[in-house]
């Protein structure tokens, strides 16, 4: 996972609901109450909720700036404050303003989570565990939350302990396919192919074009030593994504037994991914 997962819960911030269905709409809206009351510090933070939402992330910490100025122990501006540094990958001034957020609203879980997330993408491993730990205080319930927390300890090295957080997210959410995914990983990093080929079904049993889980699933096998397997399931992610896994696959050790195998030399090169747009553009095109 990523970077696809952490957009998503950003979108998903308080300011949703505060702020009117038409953004334009609401800007100017928002602008005629600022002409006659400039010191209204809730509009400020919603009008830069606004312009975070359309992409304006600039001009958007700086409204946060004028509410902070306005009321510096207003929550609500110090968190949108920080999600729009987040949206430039400004993370170590977005942790300041996720700390502020925090001391100000201490049960607030999506601070928290933010922070996590944060944290994690300045390699803070420790203080993102303690976030995402606080989170789960507040939320227990909150699948994403324990996934984020089992990649954390997967990276500190506590592989089992993340094992157990990556079970516990999937009995609040046995859907979660991407909890599968990683569970499938962590697996692989520990010897246990077999199983985590399992997981990597069951990821794939709830969303099929998933590379990553096929592409892992790749792995396993080449480590199992079934070699035509494994080409099998990496033809199926290159088919769904060649220009990553075609890059990944060219460097991978797991697949060092394959190296110089035709089959897999064919896969990897440049000219297979270029069939394989084009039939995926043939299909799509109806041709």
């Given at each position: ?17 505060r ?11 928002y ?50 404050q920080a999600?729009?540094?987040?949206s ?9 303003s ?13 601070a928290w ?23 789960i ?25 993340a ?12 859907k ?27 990821s ?19 480590l199992?030593?079934d070699?035509?397997?494994?080409l ?23 697949f ?5 195998h ?26």
């Amino acid at each position: 996972m990523g970077q696809d997962q952490y957009s998503e819960d950003l979108g998903n911030s308080t300011h949703q609901a505060r702020c009117p269905n038409s953004l334009e709409g609401a800007l100017a809206r928002y602008d005629a109450l600022l002409a006659n009351q400039p010191d209204l510090y809730e509009v400020w933070t919603c009008r830069g909720f606004v312009l975070e939402h359309l992409g304006h992330y600039r001009e958007a910490i700086a409204n946060f700036d004028q509410a902070i100025k306005i009321n510096p122990d207003y929550a609500l501006a110090w968190h949108g404050q920080a999600i729009a540094l987040t949206s430039l990958r400004c993370y170590e001034e977005a942790v300041i303003s996720l700390n502020k957020t925090v001391k100000l609203t201490p049960k607030n879980a999506q601070a928290w989570y933010n922070r996590g997330n944060a944290l994690v993408f300045l390699y803070r491993y420790e203080e993102a565990l303690t976030s995402f730990n606080r989170v789960i205080e507040i939320t227990p319930k909150d699948y994403k939350a324990w996934y984020h927390r089992s990649k954390v300890l997967a990276n500190l090295g506590y592989q089992y302990a993340a094992l157990a957080s990556l079970d516990k997210a999937l009995t609040i959410n046995p859907k979660c396919y991407y909890a599968l995914n990683y569970r499938g990983t962590v697996l692989k990093k520990l010897g246990q192919y077999e199983a985590a080929i399992s997981s990597f079904d069951r990821s794939l049993q709830i969303k099929p074009n998933h590379p990553d889980a096929w592409y892992n699933k790749a792995r396993c096998f080449a480590l199992l030593g079934d070699l035509e397997t494994a080409l099998n399931y990496l033809h199926q992610a290159l088919k769904l994504n060649p220009t990553l896994y075609r890059a990944i696959a060219k460097i991978d050790a797991d697949f060092n037994a394959l190296s110089n195998h035709p089959r897999f030399c064919t896969l990897i090169s440049p000219t297979q991914s270029a069939n394989n747009n084009q039939t995926v553009s043939f299909a799509r095109s109806g041709t």
